[in-house]
């Protein structure tokens, strides 16, 4: 039986910060930066916390309080997403925006760190009013230079999509109109600008980085597993953005979802789950629980003790604690959210052998497309737009060469296939899998030249602090 004190959500968020720079702190050790430098990396550079009204349907006003944390501006625009939930406080922001300067400088997108975060439960507020919030917010943002796309760019987070985005880019632009005023923020439907691939970039992303740490065979092995992910049991907790796409592209890839947790319960069944079933019977019966075969888990979060080799949690952070750590039974550990493991609950687990592929890695997916989008905003033309007509008619010269040469035809699917020019989708999937390969490969070379680190964690973040120090030393700001 626990004996831990509930925290309030204040306290959940202070301690989520706390958690954040203690692992800093700790990384900070394996590198040879000075002090002063170490301390300018590690603090938020600007929060604005801000109040304002809204009239609620029965004639009401409400006080809503609201933040925007710059973590750091070494490189420009600053770059994180906009949370809308009851548990928000300044010290989540903080520690939601020091993970996004980490997170940039690991996976090389040229972006400082920021995030933003409003106290309120969005299924509280008719769409009406969530709109009059998120444009409020926005006027708040433009008011003090805040949002910009040269200077700050957020995205969709728990409880924001590209619903929200596009209210935003509408305000922003209204505002501050301009040629780059697309550019304030990504995420974005379509019809706004956005880009093919990003609404699933985070939980593809997740995937890609599980999918890297498990084809190493001698690292597998040393968890008792096999490479590959074929038939690897997995268990998702957050049936969001993140965990519904991280789940379906793991089962695509071979696994089988054995459990998948959500706030109204959770599901178990050893034979497998069909993810987008699941997601279609939550749309029609607004739960995920009475699904088909499977088995109802209940408190909800238990789900995360039960037997399976991969876990991706990917709700929100304080899932994984002191308390619960010692019953974890997966071998690996995939944070599709941002903080879900404390670092006491970490040390229990790395003494357990487990392998924890952390945050600020795990869910660079998201920003790493968000930038693709914001590049697009500022070139006005689509991936793919330029070449894919040319790369195509090259590569069905080269077959007909082939064929001329063989005297064999190809078949027409084959055709297809080999003679297809990328498109933007194409292009977007591709340069995500590259960077969470790229990325996997820097943190575990920086782990195997550093093994006192004793965590990928810490190698991630021993890797991205160095990156950060160098770009403030070469531009100079510490001479
Ligand atoms: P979301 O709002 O789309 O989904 C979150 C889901 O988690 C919701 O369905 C919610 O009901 C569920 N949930 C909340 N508390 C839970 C609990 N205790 N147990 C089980 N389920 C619970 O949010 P999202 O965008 O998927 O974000 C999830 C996490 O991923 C957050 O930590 C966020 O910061 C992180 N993240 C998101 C993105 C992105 O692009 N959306 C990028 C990077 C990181």
Redesign the pocket.
């Known amino acids: 039986m626990s004996n831990q004190k509930t925290l309030n959500h204040d306290e959940v968020g202070t301690k989520f910060y706390r958690d954040v720079l203690s692992f800093f702190d700790f990384a900070s050790q394996f590198t040879k930066h000075p002090q002063g430098l170490l301390e300018q990396i590690k603090v938020p550079n600007s929060t604005y916390e801000m109040r304002f009204p809204i009239r609620t349907d029965d004639g009401n006003y409400q006080v809503i309080q609201a933040w925007r944390v710059q973590h750091s501006q070494h490189k420009l625009p600053v770059k994180g ?1 906009i ?3 009851e548990s928000v406080s300044a010290d989540e922001v903080k520690a ?1 925006a020091t993970l996004m300067t980490f ?1 940039c400088a690991l996976v090389n997108v040229p972006f400082g760190g920021a995030k933003g975060g409003v106290k309120i439960n969005p299924k509280n507020h008719s769409e009406r009013q969530l709109e009059a919030i998120t444009r409020r917010y926005t006027t708040e943002l433009v008011k003090k230079d805040f949002i910009g796309p040269s200077i700050d760019v957020p ?7 590209a619903r929200e985005m596009s209210w935003i880019v509408d305000t922003y632009s209204l505002l501050r109109p301009g040629i780059n005023a697309l550019g304030c923020v990504t ?1 974005k439907p379509l019809s706004q600008h956005g880009i093919r691939g ?1 609404t699933e ?3 593809r992303g997740v995937f890609f980085a599980v999918r890297e740490a498990v084809n190493i065979p001698e690292d597998m092995k040393k968890l008792g597993l096999t490479a590959g992910m074929k038939d690897k049991k997995v268990i998702v ?8 796409h991280a789940a379906l592209y793991c089962q695509e890839a071979g696994a089988i979802i054995v459990g998948i ?4 319960g ?1 599901l178990y069944d050893e034979n497998g789950l069909d993810v987008a079933e699941v997601l279609k019977h939550r749309r029609e019966t607004g739960s995920i629980l009475n699904f088909k075969n499977a088995k109802n888990v209940s408190p ?2 238990s ?1 995360l003790e039960y037997e399976c080799d991969i876990l991706i949690p ?4 304080n ?1 994984i604690t002191i308390e619960n750590a010692p019953r974890i039974k997966a071998k690996i550990i995939g944070e ?5 493991v404390t670092s006491g609950a970490e040390q229990i687990l790395l003494e357990g052998g487990k392998l924890i592929l952390p ?1 600020f890695y795990a ?5 790493t497309v ?1 930038y693709l989008e914001w590049l697009k905003n500022l070139s006005r033309v689509s991936f793919g737009k330029i070449q894919r007509r040319y790369t195509e008619n090259e590569n069905l010269l080269m077959i007909q060469a082939i064929e001329n040469a063989t005297g064999v035809r190809v078949g027409e699917d084959l055709r297809q296939m080999l003679s297809k020019g990328p498109d933007e989708r194409d292009l977007v999937n591709s340069a995500l899998e590259e960077v969470m390969i790229k990325g996997y490969q820097d943190i575990r070379e920086t782990y195997m030249q550093t093994p006192k680190t004793g965590s990928l964690r810490t190698a991630a973040f021993v890797s991205a602090i160095d990156k950060i120090a160098i770009a403030y030393l070469d531009a100079g700001i510490f001479p």
């Open positions: 997403g949370r809308f939930a939601l997170k995205a969709p987070d728990y409880g924001t999509g995420g990003r970039a985070t939980g907790q957050g049936f969001g953005n993140v965990g519904y947790g959500e706030c109204e959770s909800a979060n789900i990917a709700a929100l952070e899932q599709g959210a941002n903080g879900p945050d869910n660079a997916g998201g920003v968000s």
